[in-house]
Structures are given as C-alpha cells and as structure tokens.
C-alpha cells in the first residue's frame, strides 16, 4: 500500500535564502491575519502552501505532521477568544480563569467588551505580533484553541496523534480534528491528560478522516488546571502491512484454455505442428460467445507488475479482435481491454507485447481474446511465449517508532527472522518476556528495535502458548485491568488504560485483574543474577537500574531491578 507520507516543522535556524523567503511571507502573512474572520480562511491557505514548501527541508517518512512549539515565540494559530501563552518555549493554557480580547474588542460594543467585575492581569503576544489582554474576574470561562493546523491528511485514512503534555491535574479534554466548519466535519475524541511533573506522551486516534487540510482544536472547555505543550506530531498508524515480492520475468508454460461457439471452455490442445486452431460458426451474439485464453499457471499479479507474451498467429479472414483482461480462471472478467487489440491476417505474424498492469486490471491472470466477429471464421495460434515476474514470496512491513519497543500481531503466520520479538506473562510483580522466533496468525508479540522491518509471511508458524498478550477486534473495552505497551517520557512498560477505553482493533494489550497499581514493568527471559555487594554490582552492570515500577533508582540498594532489560537481584 502506498501512502502518502510528508512531516512538516519550522526550524529556528533558517539555513537557505529559500526558507528565509518562506518565512519573512510567513510573518508578512500573519502580521495581517488577525485583522478579519474573513482573512483567516484566505490565510489558511498561504499557511499550507508555505507548509508543504517547508517539507522539503524535514522529511520524516513515519510521520504527516510534526510541531514543535519551541520553535515558535508566541501562540501561531487563529484565536478562537482564548491565547494559550508561550513559557520557555511551551504552549501553556492557564485554565478557565481567564479570557484573552484586544483591547480594540475589549472597548467595542460586541459580545466580546468587557464584563462586569472584569480586569486585565497583563498581555500576551501571538507569533505575529499581536497584543491581547489576559482578561479575569467573571467566572469560569470556557475555552478552546488550536493545536494544530494545515495537516495534509487524506480522505478516508486513520491518524494517530501523539503529544509531549503535561498537566497540573489529571484532566479528560476533547480534541477534534477538523477539516471543515460544519458540524459533520470533524471528529472529536476524548484525551486523558495525567497529572505530571515531567512532561509525558499522551497518545489518541482518529478513524476515516473525511477531508484533507485538517486541524486540531482543543477545547479543554471550564477546566481550570494548567496544560502544558512542548510537541506534538500526526502520523500514519503502525498496522503490519503485507505485499507480494516479485523478481524478474521468467518464462512459464501458459495455461491455454478455448470456448467455442458459446459452448463450454476446455482446455486448448494444439495439432501436431503446435498450433491450436480455434472454429467460429456464429453470424451473430456477442464476441466473448467465441474465445481464447492465455494465462500464467502462477497467482495472479497486482497492478504495478508486468508481464511479456508473444505468439504466432493468423486467420482463414482479416479480423480485429479486442482482448479483456480475466482473473482467476477463463470467464472471470475483470477489464475490458488487456494487450489490446489484435489484428488476424491470412498469413502469419508475430505479435509481441510487455504490458504493466493498471489499476483496472489489478489480479491479472489470463489474457480473453474474443473471436465471434458475426462471421464464420478459424483462428490459428502457434508458439505461444509467456513470461511473468518471478513469485518471490509475501513479506509483512511494520515499523517500531523511537521509544524502541511495539506490540505487533498480523492475520498471517510471521517469521520474525533476526527482529528480536516476545511473548509476555504477567507473574505476579512485571511482565517477563521470553524470546519466540516465529508468530502464528492472530498471536501478539512484544517486537523490540526502532525501525522499520520485514518479515516473511510462512504457511506455518510454531505455536506460542503461556502468552497474556490479548488482540483486540476492535470490540474490546477496558474495565480498568487492561494495560497497554507505551511510553511516558524517557519510560516503557504497560500502563493501566482508563475504564471504558476501548482498544484499536489489531493493537495488542494485557488483561492483569490482580494488578492495582497504574504501570508495570517487564523483564526478559527469567534471567536474574544475585550478588551480595551492592557496589560490586553496580560495577558489574553497565545501565540504568529500574524497580519493577519502571523508575529509574540512582541509589540502588538491596532489591530486584531492571536493568538493560534483564532482571537483577542485588542482596
């Protein structure tokens, strides 16, 4: 499958004349954005212009859209009556306490002018330069504002968003995704935010987006808690795609097939000098009642591929005879046009032709001339050459993002090759993790390693028992014992899913009814060492020391720990 995949971000070192050129049109632009509602929708489409320019110097093939909000000094979206403010380079929403107006507004006679009991407690300044008053003193306000804009995202794909966000209590916010003003153009979803110290990756999806272009609204509504946002990024789903690998073309014995006179179709035998003789007696009817096939005994193949025939030929009277394409047997119809079309003369030529497979033709099989013209006629075709892209076998694509680890399942059986990859048992304090090399269709392992890798589809795969990874069909809905594999700042484990969150339909997750606590840890393969002196250890062992709640202990002391994967006992 082929997606389109971009990654767009605004560096703050401008390294060619074009990009600066990018820029100063950026600023030029916003400087004069604000001014009407009307000119945010002329604007908003400058700002993907420029955006799509600005990929060309960050391309990261994962992802559509990426921020970093550091790279920014002020709020640089439409104000939609509240301006998250930039503090040290983070997007910091204050709560409900507060408004943000121009004092133009503020003075005015609209909705927007002051209220009673209402004072300003100082100013903020967006990226372009424009002055609000941070406005309080009449209550709770309820608020939204971007968080994104100018998403090049395609029509009917599934996103997901992941966001480095902290926050001063644990809060629940809607996010929609828009890629209109209307009400059926946008999708919302609830986003749990923890609360945090540290800043934290906070991951959501959105299912068949229904436009291009789109945005991201926050609407974090009368919550009063601080929200802080240093980055955030919109990509493509990790899901295992699969694809048929092909080599060269090689010759194969065509399966030859013929129907007579709208009679049945039989296998095509040619006479002692190899040709193969094909009668029509019909003087009317449609010209598929007559036919000949050439086909590849092999699978079919896809749109993209290629295939090369060539053959004698000749008949008792001139004819043009149109081909079609077929798929899976003679008679299966699938395009109305293949090598298109073949003149017959009274005496013999050659026709040869390579053909790549359109998209209409997708699962090429079998070449269809159709010989009833509504006139008496016999075909003759003799030295028939076919060649077909070797079948090299089916391999799975999947990619493990940055943090290094990814639960993966797949509706084939999988060879994992030299991917390291585990099954995971939950055994009372983490998750230990034993080694498998090959992973049965609708099994889920744990995959370890960032980047992309392929695997081999095989027709069978050893079994995995003792295995507590679950795979959801979509329908699967937390009671508040499910875990999933993620990550939170520089940590990996599984990390309890809120109750009534349902699981994406292939992602893999724990069911622990025992477990209180809201992560758990994992350890690799049962080894644990044992030693009596703590120093002695911490020499021996070089990394980072983890308790099974997954934080990292700069002072170990005597206990079970993590470290480099591995289980450790210091005494």
Sequence with gaps: MLHLKRYVTLHKTIVTNFSTCLLFLYYLCSRLKNHYLLTFFKMKKIFTIIALALMVM?????????????????????????????????????????????????????????????????????????????????????????????????????????????ASADVTIIVNMGWGWGANEKIATSVEIPKSTEFVEVEWEYKNIGGTNCNLVAQPGTIAATIEWKELTVSLPSTAESSVVYGDLHEVTPSLFVKENNGSTVPAVADGDGVITINNDLTDGDDWKTQFWIGTPEKGLPAGQKFYVEFNYKADAKAKVGTQTHVIN?????????????????????????????????????????????EKNNYYIKDIVLKVPEYKGEIVEFTVGSAGWATFSCAKNISLGTVKGYKAKYNGSYVELTAVTEVPAGNAVILEGAGKHTFDVIDAAAAITDNDLLVSDGTATSDGHFFALKQNGDKVGFYKVKEGVKIPAGKAYLNIPTLSRDFVGFGLDGETTGVNDVRSKMEEVRGDFYNLNGQRVSQPTKGLYIVNGKKVVIK
């Design 330 to 374: 003679p008679g299966g119809y699938k395009h109305w046009t293949c090598i298109g079309e073949v003149e017959f003369d009274t005496d013999w030529k050659t026709f040869s032709k390579e053909v790549t497979i359109s998209g209409e033709m997708d699962g090429w099989q079998y070449i269809a001339f159709n010989l009833n013209l509504n």
């Design 58 to 166: 960050g391309a990261k093939a994962e992802d559509v859209y990426k921020i970093d909000y550091s790279t920014y000094t002020g709020f640089p979206f439409y104000v939609m009556g509240y301006v998250p403010e930039w503090i040290n380079g983070v997007m910091t929403d204050f709560g409900s306490d507060y408004r943000y107006e121009t004092l133009e507004n503020l003075n005015g006679t609209s909705d927007t002018k002051w209220k009673d009991g209402e004072s300003s407690v100082g100013t903020v300044t967006t990226n372009n330069g424009t002055e609000y008053q941070k406005v309080t003193g009449a209550g709770t306000y309820w608020h939204q504002y971007f968080i994104a804009d100018g998403i090049p995202t395609v029509e009917g794909n599934d996103y997901v968003v992941k966001a480095l966000v902290r």
